[in-house]
T-cell receptor, first 110, second 113 residues
Framework: SQQGEEDPQALSIQEGENATMNCSYK?????LQWYRQNSGRGLVHLIL?????REKHSGRLRVTLDTSKKSSSLLITASRAADTASYFC??????????FGKGTKLTVNP | DTGVSQNPRHKITKRGQNVTFRCDPI?????LYWYRQTLGQGPEFLTY????????KSRLLSDRFSAERPKGSFSTLEIQRTEQGDSAMYLC???????????FGNGTRLTVT
């Protein structure tokens, strides 16, 4: 069963706006990762945040993690049409397997 | 680094037939993972290898599924007696020593008619 739950399931914004996606999970984790998937393609890793970190930045991406609430958010600033994709959070606990959420489908309109 | 390669990209088969998919990981990666993704869902873990040893298997991997990595390089995933519920994207990923991130291939899309 999938542990992560992304919110919203779908998000449509205009180019230049910011996009925020949320992820909740159920058990304790070592790290939480965000991946992006273009339609019909594999997943591409975006950013990893460890359980002892609260915020991380990479380019136009900002990730926060609140382990007390078992939640994370991904912010994409100044979105571009090329950011259109599905975004998945994945949690890693005591084993090597990743447990993915159902994803947020982001559409950035030019 | 040529990335993770999966073949075929698409496979259409009739119910009851056997199918086999191949994954070639990034050459120096000793870990290889198989995931399954159905429409509108995130990937679900199936199994993973450290070199040729299969270290963990999900309950999703029924006895009709078998995965091998005989020489610790490429891997195959075989599904016997396919069912319509097996229709999905089968994703392969690799990593070095289990250190994130996973590097995914573009998947094999299986359609069982």
């Amino acid at each position: 069963s999938q542990q992560g739950e992304e919110d919203p399931q779908a998000l449509s914004i205009q180019e230049g706006e910011n996009a925020t996606m949320n992820c909740s999970y159920k058990t304790s984790i070592n790290n939480l990762q965000w991946y992006r998937q273009n339609s019909g393609r594999g997943l591409v890793h975006l950013i990893l945040i460890r359980s002892n970190e609260r915020e991380k930045h990479s380019g136009r991406l900002r990730v926060t993690l609140d382990t007390s609430k078992k939640s994370s958010s991904l912010l994409i600033t100044a979105s571009r049409a090329a950011d259109t994709a599905s975004y998945f959070c994945a949690v890693q606990g005591g084993s090597e397997k990743l447990v993915f959420g159902k994803g947020t489908k982001l559409t950035v309109n030019p | 680094d040529t990335g993770v390669s999966q073949n075929p990209r698409h496979k259409i088969t009739k119910r009851g037939q056997n199918v086999t998919f191949r994954c070639d990981p990034i050459s120096e990666h000793n870990r290889l993972y198989w995931y399954r993704q159905t429409l509108g869902q995130g990937p679900e873990f199936l199994t993973y290898f450290q070199n040729e040893a299969q270290l963990e298997k999900s309950r999703l991997l029924s006895d009709r599924f078998s995965a091998e990595r005989p020489k610790g390089s490429f891997s195959t995933l075989e599904i016997q007696r396919t069912e319509q519920g097996d229709s999905a994207m089968y994703l392969c990923a690799s990593s070095l020593d289990g250190v994130p991130p996973l590097h995914f291939g573009n998947g094999t899309r299986l359609t069982v008619t």
